[in-house]
């Protein structure tokens, strides 16, 4: 099965921006749909936060549409998550995972948005 490694969180003052990668062990390219994931602290669920299909289709909730860019590099088994204008309810746990989210979750990475 694949692994997910998820990088790139940490502090960011509200407004900022952030780039979020996901490396996976294993080849993409095979996988239609792929996503990410957070979940804010005191959730017990993981919000959906954006995917991407092998075609470059790109679909977004209300709540980050406009400030979050996802992306992927088959060629480096990587996903990428480009967040903009960062909200203080944009703080979480990010993940990545297909979508649905069949593979085995990561460790995560923080990202935490305050001044």
């Known amino acids: 099965q694949v692994q997910l490694v998820e990088s790139g969180g940490g502090l960011v003052q509200p407004g900022g921006s952030l780039r979020l990668s996901c490396a996976a062990s294993?080849?993409?390219?095979?996988?239609?749909?792929l996503g990410w994931y957070r979940q804010p602290p005191g959730k017990k669920q993981r919000e959906w936060v954006a995917?991407?299909?092998?075609?470059?289709?790109?679909n977004y909730p209300n709540s980050v549409k406009g400030r979050f860019t996802i992306s992927r590099d088959n060629a480096k088994n990587t996903l990428y998550l480009q967040m903009s204008s960062l909200k203080r309810e944009d703080t979480a746990v990010y993940y990545c995972?297909?979508?649905?989210?069949?593979?085995?979750w990561g460790q995560g990475t923080q990202v935490t948005v305050s001044s």
């Open positions: 995972n297909q979508n649905p989210p069949v593979l085995s």
């Open positions: 294993g080849n993409i390219s095979s996988i239609w749909n």
């Open positions: 995917t991407i299909t092998s075609g470059g289709t790109t």
